[in-house]
């Protein structure tokens, strides 16, 4: 490489550093955690505060009605109010334990599925409630105030709860939650009508959700082997990604022995899977816009040979394909046996949302893969390459999501100004997520621009070996 092309690599990578670290110390500056969300209270004094009893774990009351969503939501406040109670005494440990054991032993169980298609991103709000009273509760126990804080997360869960159970609509104010938690703690009917259409979108939410992402690297994977005239690697992928179906079954089993299902233990084991797949996916994603860049593309489009795929990078595609299904495959299990265990679900409504969600990644599979295949063949290989640098940057919000979630990471770093954003797609309103996304954006880019000098070069040599021929 000349000197003149070291000095604009240099120049080039200095500016997106820069860029990087600039808008980094951006995010943070203005993060206050919860500043834009309005909330409603209830008052707990200490000196006259009554706990709500702890539930019994399972799938029915003590009177042994099945639960309903307000069930939960009120056992859920039992958990949080002991929290309370326990902090009122300055045992801040068992205080956090409560907390724990609202989120992990409750919520992630029995609510969380089924909050994931509430509008307003209902999950991901309730989510940070709970890790904001956790990091608090453990930074600063005596000044924190822990009474507000689950008191307004309290409201929050009944107020999903009650739109779940058909007894709000989904529009309705947190406010409206109070009532679950002010009438002696009587639950309003609920509406089946309305709970068949809640299992409805449950199942197709949580099908096209963990589903979508997996399938999109196994059709960019396969779509890349079939144009780079290895169809026959295809048949691989196919199979390491039934295996990874298979295989879901069996570590959702084992996660639900060894860890309980829900639990740190578990975010941790996705959060980790998570980043495992983002290593794998930019390596992938790396090596195909390799074969669009310099010689390695003249000799593609020439005939000389066809794009070569080692025996490690035929490893390396398989296995990617594989890590995508199994960690989205084993979550999904979790979700389906989470959300649907309890009495009062219809197996027609359940089993429709997955047919249609099914249907709808059939079709988007066949889409992707056969109208990929008739686009010419250089931009399917740069299509793919990117495509799957996207998925990178995803996943890396989502292990992050894990990783906070298991208490790795502490606290939330929130982002008052980032009103939109799509927890589907792994972007999250939270320096946590964004900053590394940022980085592996940035690296994506950098990769990027260094193929299309490539490139550049290339054609420029090209240019001057022929007119130098002619002269």
């Known amino acids: 490489m000349s000197h003149s092309h070291q000095r604009k690599s240099f120049f080039i990578l200095v500016l997106m550093a820069a860029v990087t670290t600039l808008t980094?110390?951006?995010?943070?500056?203005?993060?206050?955690?919860f500043a834009h969300e309005s909330r409603a209270t209830i008052g707990t004094e200490k000196d006259n505060?009554?706990?709500?009893?702890?539930?019994?774990k399972g799938v029915h009351n003590a009177d042994g009605t099945p639960r309903t969503y307000q069930d939960y939501a009120l056992c859920m406040a039992g958990e949080l109010d002991h929290s309370l109670e326990a902090y009122h005494k300055k045992d801040y440990d068992k205080a956090y334990e409560y907390i724990n054991e609202a989120y992990f032993g409750w919520y992630e169980n029995n609510l969380e599925p089924q909050s994931m298609r509430l509008a307003g991103n209902r999950k991901i709000k309730m989510e940070r409630r709970?890790?904001?009273?956790?990091?608090?509760?453990k930074d600063d126990?005596?000044?924190?105030?822990?009474?507000?804080?689950?008191?307004?997360?309290?409201?929050?869960?009944?107020?999903?709860?009650?739109v779940l159970d058909g007894v709000l609509q989904d529009g309705a104010p947190e406010s409206a939650g109070?009532?679950?938690?002010?009438?002696?703690?009587?639950k309003e009917k609920v509406d089946q009508s309305r709970l068949n259409w809640v299992d409805f979108g449950t199942s197709l939410t949580l099908l096209l959700r963990e589903g979508l992402e997996a399938m999109l690297v196994v059709v960019a994977i396969v779509l890349y082997l079939v144009k780079a005239e290895h169809k026959k690697l295809a048949k691989y992928v196919y199979w390491g990604a039934g295996a990874a179906v298979i295989l879901s079954f069996l570590l959702?089993?084992?996660?639900k022995i060894l860890v309980g299902g829900a639990s740190q233990a578990s975010e941790l084991i996705e959060g980790i899977t998570m980043f495992a797949a983002v290593a794998m996916l930019f390596y992938?994603?790396?090596?195909?816009?390799?074969?669009?860049?310099?010689?390695?593309?003249?000799?593609?489009?020439?005939?000389?040979?066809?794009?070569?795929?080692?025996?490690?990078?035929?490893?390396?595609?398989?296995?990617?394909?594989?890590?995508?299904?199994?960690?989205?495959?084993?979550?999904?299990?979790?979700?389906?046996?989470?959300?649907?265990?309890?009495?009062?679900?219809?197996?027609?409504?359940?089993?429709?949302?997955?047919?249609?969600?099914?249907?709808?990644?059939?079709?988007?599979?066949?889409?992707?893969?056969?109208?990929?295949?008739r686009l010419p063949v250089r931009p399917i290989f740069f299509a793919t390459s990117i495509l799957l640098f996207i998925m990178c940057i995803s996943f890396v919000g989502?292990?992050?999501?894990?990783?906070?979630?298991?208490?790795?990471?502490?606290?939330?770093?929130?982002?008052?100004?980032?009103?939109y954003y799509m927890p589907e797609l792994g972007i999250f309103p939270q320096a946590e997520t964004l900053l590394p996304q940022m980085i592996l954006l940035v690296a994506s880019v950098w990769l990027i621009i260094a193929h299309w000098n490539n490139n550049r070069r290339y054609n420029k040599q090209v240019k001057a070996d022929t007119e130098n021929t002619k002269e």
Request: glycine letters at 8%.
């Open 24 to 33: 980094g110390i951006c995010l943070l500056l203005p993060a206050q955690a």
């Open 49 to 56: 505060f009554t706990p709500m009893p702890i539930c019994e």
């Open 130 to 137: 709970f890790s904001v009273a956790k990091k608090e509760l």
């Open 141 to 162: 126990p005596e000044n924190c105030d822990l009474d507000k804080k689950l008191t307004e997360l309290k409201i929050g869960l009944a107020r999903d709860a009650m």
């Open 178 to 186: 109070k009532a679950l938690l002010e009438k002696n703690h009587v």
């Open 252 to 255: 959702a089993w084992l996660m």
């Open 284 to 373: 992938v994603s790396n090596w195909m816009l390799s074969k669009t860049s310099g010689k390695n593309w003249a000799d593609y489009i020439q005939g000389m040979v066809k794009t070569s795929v080692s025996r490690g990078a035929a490893f390396a595609l398989i296995f990617a394909a594989f890590l995508a299904v199994i960690r989205e495959g084993a979550e999904l299990v979790l979700f389906y046996t989470a959300a649907f265990s309890g009495e009062g679900h219809n197996p027609w409504w359940i089993g429709a949302g997955f047919a249609v969600g099914v249907i709808v990644l059939a079709i988007i599979f066949v889409i992707f893969r056969f109208g990929g295949a």
């Open 398 to 419: 989502k292990g992050v999501q894990e990783l906070r979630e298991a208490d790795v990471i502490q606290g939330v770093t929130n982002l008052p100004w980032m009103k």
